[in-house]
């Protein structure tokens, strides 16, 4: 099979990209503003509901092929890691509204320097995923418009947010005619499935060393994979999705495979659209590396404090190996910076970056 190798040149700015940038990072920060007023406290402007955080290792794979074989990937080695899953939403709701969930991965002991100036020198790398392949507004233009709308989104009350999941799941008409496409629409009509069965993917390209990939992390062990699909009734309990986290790992662990889908063709496989999914008969996800997590407590009071409040997750907190590419992920540079000081210094908390993994509390 023969892979797109990368280039500076993969990438084409969009018309009118940094103006449309900027009103993306008010309606953001508009938004970070309203959340402190509601909460009296900074929460993140995406994934803002923690379930848990996990450490664990990254175990990268041996004899890997030298197209597999790039960047973090290239020798086989093993890192310590800490992730946090999540809700999708820049808003702390209910369990009962079907949102996608995130695995935020943070590979700590990562040597060289990173693509962001401010954290060059650190030993860290992020690696972001959600649990949907493709991000509904793929490009800037459309996601302006996806955050106008979950502007609007923000001020109705939990009941119209479960009314509006219903309405996605029984008939999509509705919603379209009141202004909603239908890429949101099958986003806001997904099953309410358990966070440790799902598959979760980086949903935009990055760089991987010489090429261009998409990366996701699949359950591997049979204890997660038991979970895959199954359907969750958090109708009376608003934090279900930790509860069932917290009770899963204080009993077994968890074993994901981290898996890259290699570009062959940048017109069936844009990097520009992170909308349009990649087809897996044209490059299938190969598999690199793996994700061991231990049975542990995944909600200590420290443990929440020390992630929700000191660390960050950033997808351009990374080896230049590994930098995002496509105009959506331009967007995050500005966007999760903004986030990011806004939340630490409303807070009062220092931004840390782990040198060990001894300094994750129990």
């Known amino acids: ?104 991965v943070k590979v700590i002991g990562v040597p060289g320097e990173k693509v962001l100036e401010s954290q060059k020198h650190e030993l860290t790398q992020d690696f972001l995923m959600v649990s949907q392949p493709v991000i509904p507004f793929g490009t800037v233009e459309k996601y302006l418009e996806m955050q106008t709308i979950l502007a609007m989104q923000e001020d109705a009350p939990e009941e119209a947010q479960r009314a509006l999941a219903a309405l996605a799941r029984g008939t999509n008409k509705v919603l379209e005619f009141l202004g909603l496409q239908n890429p949101l629409v099958q986003n806001v009509a997904a099953p309410n499935e358990h966070l440790l069965g799902q598959t979760y993917h980086t949903m935009a390209a990055l760089r991987y060393g010489d090429y261009i990939a998409k990366l996701s992390a699949a359950p591997l062990s049979p204890e997660v994979r038991a979970l895959t699909g199954q359907v969750v009734d958090a109708s009376k309990n608003p934090s279900l999705h930790r509860d069932l986290l917290v009770d899963f790992f204080r009993e077994h662990g968890a074993e994901y495979e981290l898996r890259a889908q290699l570009c062959v063709d940048l017109e069936q496989m844009p990097v520009e659209d992170a909308s349009v999914l990649w087809d897996e008969a044209l490059s299938p996800h190969q598999p690199i590396a793996k994700l061991v997590i231990p049975p542990q407590e995944a909600y200590s009071p420290a443990r929440r404090v020390f992630s929700e409040d000191k660390l960050s997750f950033n997808p351009w907190h990374c080896l230049p190996e590994h930098r995002p590419l496509g105009s959506i992920m331009r967007v995050r540079i500005p966007a999760y910076e903004m986030s990011s000081r806004f939340r630490h210094e409303m807070n009062v908390q220092p931004r840390v970056e782990p040198k060990s993994i001894a300094e994750i509390p129990d």
């Open 1 to 104: 099979m023969t892979y797109v190798p990368y280039s500076p040149e993969v990438e084409t700015l969009q018309p009118n990209e940094q103006e449309q940038i900027h009103k993306i990072v008010e309606l953001m920060h508009a938004a970070n503003v309203k959340s402190f007023d509601r909460h009296r406290h900074a929460i993140r402007d995406a994934h803002a509901k923690g379930h848990g955080t996990v450490v664990g290792q990254l175990q990268i794979y041996p004899d890997l092929p030298p197209h597999l074989a790039q960047g973090l990937f290239a020798t086989p080695q093993t890192y310590p890691v800490v992730i946090r899953f999540s809700s999708a939403p820049g808003e702390i709701r209910d369990d009962s509204i079907p949102v996608p969930h995130g695995m935020a």
